[in-house]
C-alpha cells in the first residue's frame, strides 16, 4: 500500500512538472516572437519566404514555437522551426535559441555565429556576457529578458527602444 | 538590554503598520484579467499583443512555483569557481550555492549556520551564536597542541571577493563579517584547492559571500526581526534605491546578541597541580568568575590579575560578559555607478563592532575566551570593458583573548587585483596580477616591549601572478589550467599552486569531471615574527616562556586529485557525486625548540641571602615551526536536490572522509619540556655547572656585559632532545567520519511553508595538548514554520536544535540547547 501511495506521489509530482514547463516554454515562444517583431534584419540576409528560427536543445520550446508558427508569420515570411541538439555547423537562422542544458555552449555558438545576422537568445539568465543578444531570466516570479544592444547590433540588427526598454539592459 | 528589546517592539509596531496599509493600498490596484482568463487566451490572440501588454499578462500568470523552485535550487548560476557566470551544473569544480531565499527559507540564523545546508562542510557549535565551520574537515592539524590549531586556516572567507582572512593567527573571525541577510544575494562554496583562483589560504576551498546587486525590483526597505530563548535577538534593516541607470546607493545594518546557559567557564590544571578554592580541593570543571578569583594551582593564583597602564587585567576583564555568547553588530554603504555600458564600479564600505565567548586562540586555563573586534572596510570593484580591478582596505583592532597583555593588535590590510578577461573563440584567457600588504601592530596596547607577540608593527607583503585558461576543445569536453606564483618578501621560495581541470558533458544531462590541484596557505604574522616572553606567575614551572617565530617557515601546501560527476536524471533532480584525496604538508605548530635550567636571583643566591633550591627553575624556548607532519584524506560526498512538486521539495547531502597523519608525534609541549627538563635535572655535572653559571654571572656583572636588572638568571644547561617514536598512518579522528543533512522544504499553501531539517555527524575525537575530548554522534532537528501574511510581510517560528538535545559539539564548549525564535521578514 505504502509503495502505491509513494508510486501515486511521484507520478502526481512529475504530472504537475510537466505541465508548469509547458506554460514556460509558451511564454518563452511568445516573447521569442515578439522579439522578432521588434528587431530587424537586414534585407540582404532575407530569405524572400522564410524566417528560420533554430532551436537548440529544447524540444518543448521548439513544440510551442511550432504551433505559433502555424498561426503567425514574421512580416511576410513563414516561420520554420528547425531542432539542432549542437551547436557548430547550423544552418542560416535569423533566431537561434540556446536551451539552459546547452548554456556552457554559448561562447562557441556566438564565435561559429560571428558576423551573421542572427538573433542570439538563450533560455538562462547571465549568457549576454557570453554572445547572447537576449537571456531569459525571471525576477521575483515574473518572466523577463536581459538584452544587450551591442550583441544584438555586432551581428548587423537593429532593435528599437521599446524593446531595450522593456528588458534588464546588461553590457 | 532593556532599551534593545523596547525598541524591538516599536520597530515591530512599525513594521505591521506599514505593512497593514502597504496591503491595503496593493489591494486597490485594479487587475484586468484574472489567471484563468489569460490561461484560457489562445496561441493566436496572445501573439497578436504587443510586448508589453505580452509581459503584464504574463506576471498575472506568474513563473509558476515549480519554475521558480527549479531556479531556486537545481539552475543556479555561480561565478566563484571560474571567475565567470556559469550554470552550476557546468561548475568545473565541487560547488554549491545558497541563494538569499534558500538561507532564509532554511531558518539559518547566521551565515556559518547556513553552511550546514552546504556539502562537505562541517559546522559545529562552539557557543550559542559561535561556530566552528571547516570544509571537508582535516581540522585540528597538529593536535595534541594549542586549541589555536582547530581554527579553519585552510578556508579562504570572501565577501565579494574580498578576503576576510585573519593573517595574523590564520582562520576566519566569522563574528566580524560586517554582513548580514539582507545584503546576501547568495553564498558560493568551491571546496578543494583554490589558490590557484584566489591566493592563499584558500587551501580546502572558498566560501564567497555575494552581496545583492541594487536593481528597479530591490525593494527600497526590506529587513528581518526575531528573538527568542537564550536571549537570542537579531535584526537586519536594508535601504536601498536604484536612483537611475548609472546610479544605485544603499545602506545596510544588522545587530545580533545572543546568551549562554550558563556564566560559569571551564578550568583546568594546565601543570598538572592541585586546583583549589579557599583551601579546598576542587577538579578540574566550570566555575564562576568570583570562585576563579580565588581559585589556586597548586600554590599559584590561577588568574593572577596584573597592571597594564592604568588597567588591571584579571578575570573580570578577561570575561567582560560571561553570560553572553554573541554581540556583534555591523553597518554596510553600496554605491555602484554604470557610467557607461562598458564600465562599472562598485563601492562598498562598511564597519562592524563585536564581543564573542569562544574557544582561545591562546594557552590559559580555560579553553575559553572573549574576542574583541571593532574593524572597518572599503572595497571597491571596477569593470572597464575585460578588465577588472579590485583594491580594498581592511584595519581595525581585534583583542583576541580579553584580558591577556599582548593579544590586541591593530591592522591594516590593503589588497589590490587586476585581470583581464580575453575571449578567442572557444579559449579564454585571464591573466592576472595582485598585490597584498598585511601588517599587525600590538605596540600601543603592550606595556613594555616584550609582552606582545609583535612587539611593533610587522608586515607581510605578497605579489602574485596569474594566468588561467579555459578551453573548449568540442562541445563535450572543457579543458581548464589555472596558475599562479606568488612572492613574499621574508622568503626567498616563490610558492606555485595550480588546478589543472577537464570536465566531459556524456550529454545535456550528465557531466564527469576531475581535478588535480594545488594550494598554499600564506605566511601568519604570529608563525613569522612571533618574539614574546612570558614570564609566568601561574605555574610552578617553567618561570619563563619564550615565544619566537621564523621567517623561513615554509608554508603549507595541500595537494588533491578529485572525479565528480553531476547528474540531472530529470528536470526536477540534481545529483552530485565528488570523491577527493588529498595530501597536506609543511604544517606550522608550536614546538619546543629547548628547555634550560636556570638560577634565578642570582645576585641573592650569591650573597647567601637565598639558596639555590629555592630559586632554580626552568626556561622554555619554544617556536613556530615546520614539522614532519603529513596528513592524507580521502572521502566522498553525495547530494540531492530533489523538487517533488510544488509543495515539496527535499535536499540532502553526507560526506564521509578518513584522514590518516604520518610522522605524528605523540607528545604535547608539557611533555616534551618535562622530558627535557627531566634530562637536565639528572645532568651528573648539574652542581658543577650550577656553580660556573653563578661564577660566569658574578663575573659579567662585575664586568658590565651583563645588566642584573635586565637579566634575572643564570643558565645552567640546555637540553633539545625529544623523545623518539613517531607514528606513521595515525588514525586522525578530530573530524567526524561522516556528517550530512537532510531538510524537507513543504508549502501545504501558497501562504505556509515548513521547513524541517536534520544535521547529523558521527563520533569524533579531538586531542590537544591537555587531554583527550571524544564527542558523541548527534542529530540536530531544526523546523521553521512561517506564514506569509502579505507580500511584503512574513511571519516565522524557528526552532533550533529542537529536541534541546545538549550536546557538546565541539571540543571543551558549551552543550548546546534549543533555541526557540520568533520574528517577521518584511520588505516594501
Known amino acids: 500500500m505504502k509503495q502505491k501511495l509513494v508510486f501515486l506521489l511521484l507520478v502526481l509530482c512529475f504530472a504537475t512538472t510537466e505541465e508548469a514547463f509547458s506554460q514556460m516554454a509558451k511564454f518563452k515562444a511568445l516573447f521569442l516572437y515578439n522579439f ?21 536543445g529544447d524540444k518543448e520550446m521548439a513544440t510551442e514555437l511550432e504551433k505559433l508558427a502555424q498561426v503567425k ?12 541538439n549542437q ?10 535559441f540556446l536551451s539552459a542544458g546547452k548554456s556552457s555552449l554559448m561562447s562557441m555558438l556566438s564565435s561559429d555565429q560571428d558576423g551573421k545576422p542572427t538573433l542570439l537568445i538563450s533560455s538562462k539568465e547571465g549568457l549576454c556576457s557570453d554572445g547572447a543578444a537576449i537571456s531569459f531570466t525571471t525576477v521575483d516570479g515574473k518572466l523577463r529578458y536581459e538584452i544587450c544592444s551591442t550583441n544584438i547590433e555586432k551581428h548587423g540588427l537593429k532593435v528599437n527602444n521599446k524593446l531595450l526598454s522593456l528588458g534588464i539592459p546588461v553590457n | 538590554m532593556n532599551q534593545i528589546k523596547m525598541n524591538l517592539r516599536y520597530l515591530l509596531l512599525i513594521v505591521l503598520v506599514v505593512s497593514f496599509f502597504n496591503q491595503n493600498f496593493a489591494q486597490e490596484q485594479p487587475k484586468t484579467k ?20 505580452l509581459m503584464s499578462l504574463m506576471d498575472v500568470v506568474g513563473v509558476s512555483s515549480l519554475e521558480e523552485l527549479y531556479n531556486l535550487l537545481l539552475n543556479k548560476n555561480v561565478v566563484s569557481a571560474s571567475k565567470k557566470e556559469e550554470s552550476i551544473f557546468d561548475s568545473p569544480l565541487s560547488t554549491t550555492v545558497l541563494s538569499h531565499d534558500q538561507i532564509i527559507a532554511s531558518g539559518a540564523t547566521s551565515i556559518e549556520e547556513a553552511l550546514r545546508l552546504v556539502p562537505g562542510v562541517i559546522v559545529r557549535e562552539k557557543t550559542n551564536g559561535n561556530y566552528d565551520v571547516h570544509i571537508r574537515g582535516n581540522d585540528n592539524l597538529p593536535s595534541k597542541n594549542l586549541l589555536l590549531y582547530s581554527e579553519n586556516m585552510n578556508t579562504l572567507v570572501m565577501i565579494n571577493g574580498r578576503s576576510v582572512f585573519n593573517y595574523s593567527h590564520g582562520g576566519t573571525l566569522w563574528e566580524t563579517l560586517p554582513v548580514s541577510f539582507e545584503d546576501i544575494d547568495r553564498i558560493e562554496v568551491v571546496r578543494g584547492p583554490s589558490s590557484a583562483l584566489y591566493g592563499p589560504n584558500a587551501v580546502t576551498g572558498v566560501i564567497n559571500i555575494i552581496t545583492q546587486t541594487i536593481s528597479q525590483e530591490t525593494p527600497l526597505i526590506s529587513g528581518n526581526l526575531n528573538g527568542g530563548s537564550q536571549s537570542t535577538y537579531m535584526g537586519d534593516l536594508a535601504i536601498r534605491k536604484q536612483l537611475n541607470d548609472k546610479i544605485s546607493l544603499g545602506v545596510t545594518g544588522n545587530f545580533e546578541t545572543r546568551d549562554r546557559k ?3 567557564i571551564y578550568i583546568y590544571s594546565r601543570d598538572g597541580s592541585q586546583l583549589s578554592i579557599d583551601g579546598e580541593n576542587v577538579g578540574n570543571g566550570y566555575y564562576s568568575l568570583d570562585e576563579i578569583n580565588q581559585m589556586r594551582s597548586g600554590n599559584q593564583e590561577i588568574w593572577p590579575p596584573y597592571t597594564v597602564g592604568n588597567e588591571i587585567y584579571d578575570i573580570y576583564k578577561s570575561f567582560p560578559d560571561p553570560e553572553r555568547s554573541k554581540y556583534r553588530y555591523g553597518v554596510n554603504g553600496y554605491l555602484d555607478v554604470n557610467p557607461t555600458s562598458e564600465t562599472s564600479v562598485q563601492i562598498m564600505g562598511g564597519y562592524q563592532n563585536s564581543e564573542v565567548m569562544t574557544s582561545t586562540m591562546g594557552d590559559v586555563p580555560t579553553p575559553y575566551s572573549t574576542k574583541l573586534a571593532s574593524t572597518g572596510y572599503v572595497d571597491l570593484r571596477a569593470k572597464i570593458y575585460d578588465f577588472s580591478l579590485q583594491a580594498n582596505y581592511n584595519g581595525g583592532t581585534i583583542d583576541y583573548m580579553s584580558g591577556n597583555e599582548g593579544f590586541e593588535l591593530d591592522n591594516e590590510q590593503y589588497s589590490f587585483l587586476a585581470e583581464y578577461n580575453k575571449k578567442f573563440r572557444n579559449l579564454s584567457v585571464r591573466p592576472g596580477f595582485s598585490y597584498q600588504s598585511i601588517s599587525y601592530d600590538d605596540s600601543k596596547h603592550i606595556s613594555e616591549v616584550g609582552k606582545g607577540y609583535l612587539n611593533q608593527k610587522q608586515t607581510i607583503n605578497i605579489m602574485a601572478g596569474s594566468l588561467r585558461l579555459d578551453y573548449l576543445l568540442t562541445e563535450r569536453l572543457r579543458l581548464v589550467a589555472a596558475l599562479r606564483a606568488e612572492k613574499y618578501d621574508n622568503m626567498d621560495d616563490i610558492y606555485a599552486s595550480w588546478q589543472f581541470i577537464s570536465t566531459y558533458k556524456l550529454n545535456d544531462k550528465n557531466l564527469i569531471r576531475a581535478v588535480y590541484s594545488r594550494a598554499n596557505q600564506s605566511a601568519f604574522l604570529i608563525n613569522t615574527y612571533s618574539n614574546y616572553t612570558w614570564n609566568i606567575v601561574n605555574m610552578r614551572s617553567p618561570k619563563i616562556m619564550q615565544f619566537d617565530g621564523h621567517k623561513d617557515n615554509k608554508l603549507k601546501t595541500t595537494d588533491m586529485v578529485e572525479i565528480g560527476f553531476r547528474s540531472r536524471p530529470d528536470k526536477s533532480v540534481l545529483i552530485d557525486v565528488e570523491a577527493f584525496y588529498n595530501r597536506s604538508k609543511d604544517f606550522v605548530g608550536l614546538a619546543p625548540d629547548m628547555t634550560s635550567l636556570a638560577v634565578f636571583n642570582p645576585l641573592a643566591v650569591i650573597t647567601g641571602a637565598a639558596t639555590v633550591q629555592e630559586n632554580i627553575n626552568a626556561i622554555v624556548n619554544l617556536s613556530f615551526q615546520n614539522m614532519d607532519l603529513v596528513s592524507n584524506q580521502f572521502g566522498a560526498s553525495v547530494s540531492l536536490d530533489w523538487v517533488l512538486s510544488e509543495k515539496l521539495m527535499a535536499t540532502g547531502h553526507v560526506t564521509y572522509q578518513q584522514t590518516t597523519v604520518d610522522n605524528y608525534v605523540p607528545y604535547s609541549r608539557n611533555e ?22 653563578l661564577v660566569d654571572y658574578a663575573t659579567g656583572v662585575q664586568t658590565g656585559e651583563i645588566d642584573p636588572a635586565k637579566q634575572t638568571y643564570a643558565i645552567v644547561n640546555s637540553v633539545s632532545d625529544i623523545q623518539e617514536g613517531t607514528e606513521n598512518n595515525f588514525k586522525h579522528e578530530a573530524t567526524p567520519s561522516f556528517w550530512g543533512s537532510l531538510s524537507i522544504t513543504y508549502r501545504p499553501t501558497k501562504k505556509i511553508e ?13 586531542i590537544n595538548q591537555y587531554g583527550v575530548i571524544d564527542i558523541e554522534p548527534s542529530v540536530n532537528l531544526n523546523l521553521k514554520a512561517s506564514y506569509k501574511a502579505t507580500d511584503n510581510l512574513t511571519f516565522f517560528v524557528n526552532c533550533r536544535n529542537l529536541l534541546n538535545t545538549e550536546k557538546v559539539q565541539f571540543a571543551y564548549m558549551d552543550k548546546i540547547g534549543g ?7 518584511f520588505k516594501w
Do not use: C, H
Request: charged fraction near 20%.
Open chain 1, 36 to 56: 522578432t517583431q521588434n528587431v530587424e534584419w537586414p534585407p540582404s540576409a532575407s530569405n524572400p519566404n522564410e524566417f528560420v528560427i533554430t532551436v537548440i
Open chain 1, 73 to 84: 508569420k514574421v512580416g511576410t515570411k513563414t516561420i520554420v522551426i528547425k531542432q539542432e
Open chain 1, 87 to 96: 551547436v557548430k555547423n547550423l544552418e542560416d537562422s535569423q533566431v537561434i
Open chain 2, 34 to 53: 484574472t489567471r484563468e482568463e489569460v490561461l484560457s487566451m489562445t496561441m493566436e490572440e496572445m501573439s497578436s499583443l504587443p510586448l508589453e501588454e
Open chain 2, 262 to 264: 550558563t556564566d560559569e
Open chain 2, 672 to 693: 616534551i619540556l618535562y622530558y627535557q627538563s627531566s634530562i637536565a635535572q639528572s645532568d651528573p655535572d648539574l652542581a658543577t655547572k650550577i656553580n660556573q653559571a
Open chain 2, 754 to 766: 515548513f521547513f524541517p531539517q536534520a544535521y547529523f555527524y558521527g563520533e569524533q575525537s579531538f
Open chain 2, 819 to 825: 533555541l526557540y525564535l520568533a520574528g517577521l521578514n
